[in-house]
C-alpha cells in the first residue's frame, strides 16, 4: 500500500511527467528495496562534503528533469577516488541541460541487472527481469511475467535467462544471491501493483547483484499522461 510519503513523491512528479532518479530511489527504499548510500548536491562544497561522508570511490550522476537517459549525455561519472576528481565531474555534470544537482553515491559492484515494468492495456502488469546496463537493448536477454509475481514465477524468470548461468556462478565466479534477488522481485512487484493507475512504466537498470546483496543502483518512473 502507498504511504504518504509515496504519494508526495509521485505527486510533486506530476510536473515533469516522471520520477527523477533521487525521488525514484527514495520511492524504491520505502517499497522496501535496497538502494545505495546517496545524497544529491547543489554545489561543489556540498558535494566534497557528501563524498567523504559517503566514502571515496563515489559515483556522480547528472539530475535534470530534462535528461531521461544519463547515458546519452554521459550523464554518469564512476571512479571518482579523490576530490580533485570531483571537482572535474561536478563541473561537467553541471553544465549539462537542465542540470538542477548532481547525485553523489557510493560505488556498489556485481553483475548488472534490469528490472522493468509496463502496464500494458490487455494484461495490465507486467515485469520484465533481463541482463542490464547499458547494454541491454543489445542482448534482448530478459524474460517477463504478469504481475503479481508468485515465487515460482520469479524462479523461472531467472532460468529462462540465456545469461542464467552467469547468475548461478560460472567459471569459479561467486553466485549472486537468489534469495536478495527473489525479495528485490517481491517488492518490486508488491509496488508495481500499488502504482498500477499512477504510472505508465518503471525501470531499475542498472540492478547491481553480487553474493551479498542485490542494489537498486538507478532508477526512473514514468508516470501515466
Not at 561543489?44 to 563515489?58: C, H, N, T
Not at 542490464?132 to 509475481?149: C, F, K, N, Q, W
Request: glycine fraction near 8%.
Amino acid at each position: 500500500m502507498l504511504t504518504k510519503e509515496m504519494k508526495d513523491i509521485l505527486s510533486a512528479a506530476t510536473g515533469t511527467g516522471w520520477v527523477l532518479e533521487p525521488e525514484a530511489k527514495r520511492l524504491s527504499k520505502l517499497a522496501g528495496m535496497e538502494v545505495p548510500r546517496f545524497r544529491c548536491a547543489s554545489t561543489l562544497e556540498e558535494a566534497k562534503r557528501l563524498a567523504q561522508d559517503i566514502g571515496y570511490p563515489v559515483v556522480a550522476k547528472v539530475v535534470s528533469p530534462r535528461v531521461i537517459h544519463k547515458s546519452d549525455v554521459q550523464g554518469v561519472i564512476v571512479g571518482i577516488d579523490t576530490p580533485e576528481d570531483l571537482s572535474a565531474a561536478f563541473g561537467r555534470l553541471s553544465k549539462i541541460e537542465g542540470s538542477t544537482r548532481v547525485l553523489i553515491e557510493e560505488t556498489v559492484s556485481g553483475i548488472e541487472l534490469i528490472i522493468g515494468a509496463k502496464i500494458d492495456f490487455q494484461f495490465g502488469p507486467v515485469v520484465l527481469l533481463g541482463m542490464g546496463g547499458t547494454a541491454t537493448e543489445i542482448y534482448h536477454d530478459v524474460s517477463l511475467r504478469m504481475a503479481p509475481l508468485a515465487d515460482r514465477d520469479m524462479v523461472s524468470m531467472v532460468r529462462c535467462l540465456k545469461a542464467h548461468r552467469l547468475l548461478e556462478g560460472y567459471r569459479g565466479e561467486d553466485p549472486i544471491n537468489l534469495k536478495a534477488l527473489k525479495n528485490l522481485l517481491q517488492k518490486f512487484s508488491d509496488l508495481v501493483m500499488d502504482l498500477e493507475n499512477e504510472i505508465e512504466s518503471i525501470d531499475l537498470n542498472p540492478v547491481m547483484c553480487s553474493s551479498t546483496r542485490c542494489v537498486v543502483a538507478d532508477a526512473r518512473m514514468m508516470l501515466k499522461k
